[in-house]
């Protein structure tokens, strides 16, 4: 597999964009309310301005069905363009109000005023530096995660536990998006100090995270231990840990040569 040869490299160059983004997407304070029924972001992996709708997710602690939109893409790309007039994202559709709209800092204003029910955190408000940095962080993905590649899709969508500013999570977001395979978003951020550590240093020094947050509780529940990326596949009974093999079990199985 070419990929393999060029994990480190790859792996390299996802964590300079997460260095680069370290101050958000991480640490999470859930919402106050939680949306009934799933938010919908339609979504390029590799756009910078979806980047910045992806972190506040995290940082609310929000899930949301992750519908990819990879430039050539043929699946959600029209819908998008049907629903909301013109083919720009990210796009977030939210059953629960009825409310859709572009532009990532007009999203993550709504987001927070509808969910988190709490004032829009000082880095927001510095929404043209936000997007600056975030173009800035991109440069070293250089465009993975943003152009489509052949795929079958899957029949019910796939399930992702993840934080954004994972870079071992982020490599896998890319191929699901370039797959243009869809996903239920399980956002699992950051509230204690002992899930700054590594799995393997927490495991050696026998700390047990003990997080607040749902899906990292029930993730540590179903097995026995907590680490991202885990994907979830119901169309094949399969669930994972490890980023290298999740990007290779989504090759093998719904990338196609067509
Ligand atoms: N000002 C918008 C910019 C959004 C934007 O330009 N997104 C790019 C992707 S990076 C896009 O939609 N390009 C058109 C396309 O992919 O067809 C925002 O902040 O959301």
């Given at each position: 597999?070419?990929?393999l040869?060029?994990?480190?490299?790859?792996?390299?160059?996802?964590?300079?964009?997460?260095?680069?983004?370290?101050?958000?997407?991480?640490?999470?304070?859930?919402?106050?309310?939680?949306?009934?029924?799933?938010?919908?972001?339609?979504?390029?992996?590799?756009?910078?301005?979806?980047?910045?709708?992806?972190?506040?997710?995290?940082?609310?602690?929000l899930?949301?069905?992750?519908?990819?939109?990879?430039?050539?893409?043929?699946?959600?790309?029209?819908?998008?363009?049907?629903?909301?007039?013109?083919?720009?994202?990210?796009?977030?559709?939210?059953?629960?109000?009825?409310?859709?709209?572009?532009?990532?800092?007009?999203?993550?204003?709504y987001?927070?005023?509808?969910?988190?029910?709490?004032?829009?955190?000082?880095?927001?408000?510095?929404?043209?530096?936000?997007?600056?940095?975030?173009?800035?962080?991109?440069?070293?993905?250089?465009?993975?995660?943003?152009?489509?590649?052949?795929?079958?899709?899957?029949?019910?969508?796939?399930?992702?536990?993840?934080?954004?500013?994972?870079?071992?999570?982020?490599?896998?977001?890319?191929?699901?998006?370039?797959?243009?395979?869809?996903?239920?978003?399980?956002?699992?951020?950051?509230?204690?100090?002992?899930?700054?550590l590594?799995?393997?240093?927490?495991?050696?020094?026998?700390?047990?995270?003990?997080?607040?947050?749902?899906?990292?509780?029930?993730?540590?529940?179903?097995?026995?231990?907590?680490?991202?990326?885990?994907?979830?596949?119901?169309?094949?009974?399969?669930?994972?840990?490890?980023?290298?093999?999740?990007?290779?079990?989504?090759?093998?199985?719904?990338?196609?040569?067509q």
């Amino acid at each position: 597999m070419k990929y393999l040869k060029l994990q480190p490299i790859n792996f390299a160059s996802s964590l300079l964009v997460s260095l680069a983004r370290s101050g958000t997407g991480i640490s999470s304070k859930a919402a106050a309310v939680k949306p009934d029924v799933a938010l919908m972001l339609f979504d390029i992996e590799g756009c910078p301005y979806c980047r910045l709708v992806r972190e506040a997710l995290t940082e609310l602690d929000l899930d949301a069905e992750i519908y990819p939109c990879p430039k050539l893409g043929t699946r959600y790309r029209e819908l998008v363009l049907e629903t909301g007039g013109k083919t720009q994202f990210p796009f977030l559709s939210d059953p629960n109000t009825g409310v859709q709209m572009y532009e990532s800092l007009s999203i993550i204003k709504y987001l927070f005023e509808t969910y988190g029910k709490r004032p829009l955190p000082l880095k927001w408000q510095f929404g043209k530096l936000q997007k600056l940095a975030s173009m800035v962080a991109n440069t070293a993905r250089l465009g993975v995660g943003q152009i489509k590649k052949a795929s079958r899709p899957p029949e019910q969508l796939l399930e992702l536990y993840s934080f954004e500013t994972s870079p071992y999570a982020r490599i896998v977001r890319e191929c699901l998006c370039e797959l243009e395979i869809p996903y239920i978003l399980r956002s699992c951020g950051r509230t204690e100090l002992g899930e700054w550590l590594l799995p393997q240093v927490r495991d050696a020094l026998n700390i047990k995270p003990n997080s607040a947050l749902s899906n990292r509780k029930h993730l540590q529940n179903i097995e026995g231990k907590m680490a991202i990326p885990y994907l979830v596949d119901p169309n094949n009974n399969v669930a994972m840990f490890d980023s290298t093999k999740i990007v290779e079990y989504l090759q093998v199985t719904y990338g196609s040569n067509q």
